[in-house]
């Protein structure tokens, strides 16, 4: 079954390093998005992106950071400078079509530990 | 941002029992779903709803959405220790199609 995969599993970073977190949606998908949860906390929405554009981006997805879709198979997050609160796991996920019954597939996520 | 509280936040259960958890908010939705999480996966979509009052069922699992479509439940019939996991309900507002995740229920069931 076609899943979305997202590399590394874990990231340990310095305060103020930059990092990227890269993702490989469903291949037939045109939906893409990044969403982040702390630790005991919900799910956050972040990005959502459609046709080489964001779509929409929520307040916590400031300058600090930028998604990218460089190659027409990966679907990247940068975070410029990291800051402590940053820490989180960090879940893409893709559709295939937007609107009523959409339906969102989740990678396993990004554990990111900003130190 | 849509608010979505889900109730309760924490739920222990013996196998065999059964058990309702909740979706609510102060928004219209046009559409909701609901997720099941398990420790370092990411979540995996169970259901949609997009009817007011419409009533789905998975197997043992029973979903609802209210009529005004501002709230919804998820009830579990004999529970099973697999069953254990983070069940959060995700919301899509009439206005626009991203989806907010509640607050989440995570459930243990104890063989």
């Known amino acids: 079954e076609p899943e979305v995969t997202q590399t590394p599993s874990h990231q340990v970073t310095q305060m103020g390093q930059e990092v990227i977190l890269r993702c490989v949606p469903i291949s037939n998908h045109l939906y893409f998005y990044w969403y982040r949860q702390i630790l005991g906390q919900k799910v956050e929405f972040l990005v959502s992106?459609?046709?080489?554009?964001?779509?929409?981006k929520s307040e916590i997805f400031d300058d600090q950071f930028s998604v990218e879709r460089p190659d027409g198979s990966n679907f990247t997050l940068k975070i410029r400078s990291t800051k402590l609160e940053d820490s989180a796991m960090y879940f893409c996920?893709?559709?295939?079509?937007?609107?009523?019954?959409?339906?969102?597939?989740f990678g396993s996520g990004t554990q990111l530990s900003v130190l | 941002t849509q608010l979505l509280e889900q109730s309760p936040q924490f739920l222990s259960i013996q196998e065999g029992e059964n058990l309702t958890v909740y979706c609510n908010s102060s928004?219209?939705?046009?559409?909701l779903q609901w997720y099941r999480q398990e420790p370092g996966e990411g979540p995996v979509l169970l259901v949609t709803?997009?009817?007011?009052?419409e009533v789905k069922k998975l197997k043992r699992l029973t979903f609802q959405f209210g009529d005004a479509r501002k709230d919804s439940s998820l009830h579990i019939t004999a529970a099973q220790p697999g069953d254990t996991g983070l069940y959060l309900c995700?919301?899509?507002?009439?206005?626009?199609?991203?989806?907010?995740f509640g607050t989440g229920t995570s459930l243990t069931v104890i063989p």
């Open positions: 709803v997009v009817t007011g009052g």
């Open positions: 995700a919301g899509a507002a009439n206005t626009g199609n991203q989806f907010y």
């Open positions: 992106f459609y046709n080489n554009e964001i779509s929409e």
């Open positions: 928004s219209v939705f046009s559409s």
């Open positions: 996920a893709s559709s295939e079509a937007r609107g009523v019954g959409e339906k969102l597939f």
